[in-house]
């Protein structure tokens, strides 16, 4: 079975820091993404990465970066946390389109409160 | 751009009764769908998915819909039980998309009553 784990399940941050939402994946994914979900507005995608090293952004891509430096391992970033930045965040991966990946398979998530 | 949206935010059904969960797309360039169970405190699992080639497929219990004419995606659970109650999203991928990106509509809010 796929499994991808998230560092955290839930984190509280204060305005200001920055912080690091880390998300790994066993099955040698070639794609991985960075959602959030907030109540009422579903899944938006923040980045995704289709290789070591690249990334794409996404529809809300303001105030998050990302990393990927290794293939199992995708970073999300917030550089000075905002109260807005309050949600749930999900990592996904898949594989590529060629080896027809089309499945997203998510991790549990991290809930990320600012104060 | 795409857009991936729900009927209805919630639906109440009771137990043993089938349910329907409907989701509407605009995107004519769709070539893959897919429906995602959400429990509370988990992240989303895989359901069931269709290509576009297809008009219906069945899982255990469930068989998901797709009417092309009507931009129109379909999910049927058969016999609900308890353990189904969560939130389905449906998404889509545009046949034009090289990196598998998904589009994905709010939700809909399953509730199973005894």
């Known amino acids: 079975d796929v499994k991808v784990t998230q560092s955290s399940r839930y984190l509280v941050k204060r305005t200001g820091e920055k912080v690091f939402l880390e998300c790994v994946q066993d099955?040698?994914?070639?794609?991985m993404f960075w959602y959030r979900q907030d109540p009422g507005l579903g899944l938006r995608l923040i980045y995704f990465?289709?290789?070591?090293?690249?990334?794409e952004k996404g529809d809300i891509p303001e105030g998050y970066s990302v990393s990927r430096e290794k293939k199992e391992r995708f970073s999300l970033i917030l550089e000075s946390a905002s109260t807005n930045q309050t949600s749930m965040y999900l990592c996904?991966?898949?594989?590529?389109?060629?080896?027809?990946?089309?499945?997203?398979?998510f991790g549990p998530g991290t809930r990320l409160t600012v104060t | 751009g795409e857009s991936v949206g729900l009927h209805l935010p919630t639906l109440s059904v009771q137990e043993g009764d089938n349910s329907i969960i409907n989701c509407a797309y605009s995107?004519?360039?769709?070539?893959?769908f897919i429906w995602y169970k959400q429990e509370s405190g988990k992240g989303p699992q895989f359901i069931i998915d269709?290509?576009?080639?297809?008009d219906k497929r069945q899982g255990q219990r469930v068989t998901v819909l797709l009417n092309k004419t009507v931009k129109h995606l379909s999910l049927q659970i058969a016999a609900t039980q308890p353990g189904d109650s969560a939130v389905y999203f449906c998404?889509?991928?545009?046949?034009?998309?090289?990196?598998?990106?998904?589009?994905f509509g709010r939700g809909t809010q399953l509730t199973v009553w005894p």
């Open positions: 996904a991966s898949s594989l590529s389109l060629v080896a027809g990946g089309y499945e997203q398979y």
């Open positions: 099955m040698d994914h070639e794609n």
């Open positions: 990465s289709y290789d070591v090293k690249m990334k």
């Open positions: 995107n004519s360039a769709s070539d893959y």
């Open positions: 269709i290509r576009s080639n297809m």
């Open positions: 998404a889509e991928k545009d046949r034009g998309s090289t990196l598998g990106r998904l589009y």
